[in-house]
């Protein structure tokens, strides 16, 4: 098991060095900018993800309710964020996946939408004391 965890550590780094290798021999310092500009786009992501998952978490709280969503969707951008700023387009394409991918606030929210649509009563509604 450890032998295998360390091939996974040694070998993430050292294929993103040849894929880097191998694509600024075809594409010039063209591959520089988009390493500066991914790094770039890391640190806005993380500084977003964690200004975003304060406002969901306090108006979640201000409804009385805890939100995990809230949570683990800060997480994915999170690590998203962390992948594009670690230099290499494979880490970038896993960073653009993980962000592409529907998270689990989606698959709630259709869910939660599905449901609804069966429960939906119209009416007037008036509080009393």
């Not at 996946?97 to 689990?104: F, N, R, V």
Request: contains cysteine; glycine residues 8%; positive net charge.
């Amino acid at each position: 098991m450890r032998l295998l965890l360390m091939v996974i550590l040694l070998g993430f780094p050292l294929l993103e060095v040849v894929v880097l290798v191998r694509l600024s021999e075809t594409l010039g310092w063209w591959i520089l900018a988009w390493v500066v500009l991914a790094a770039c786009a890391g640190m806005a992501l993380i500084k977003e993800a964690r200004f975003a998952m304060l406002a969901r978490l306090a108006s979640g709280l201000a409804q009385g309710s805890f939100s995990i969503v809230a949570l683990t969707d800060s997480a994915r951008t999170v690590l998203a964020g962390l992948l594009l700023i670690f230099p290499g387009v494979v880490s970038d394409l896993i960073a653009i996946t993980l962000l592409l991918l529907p998270g689990p606030r989606f698959i709630a929210d259709s869910a939660a939408r599905r449901e609804a649509e069966g429960n939906l009563i119209e009416g007037e509604f008036r509080r009393t004391r």
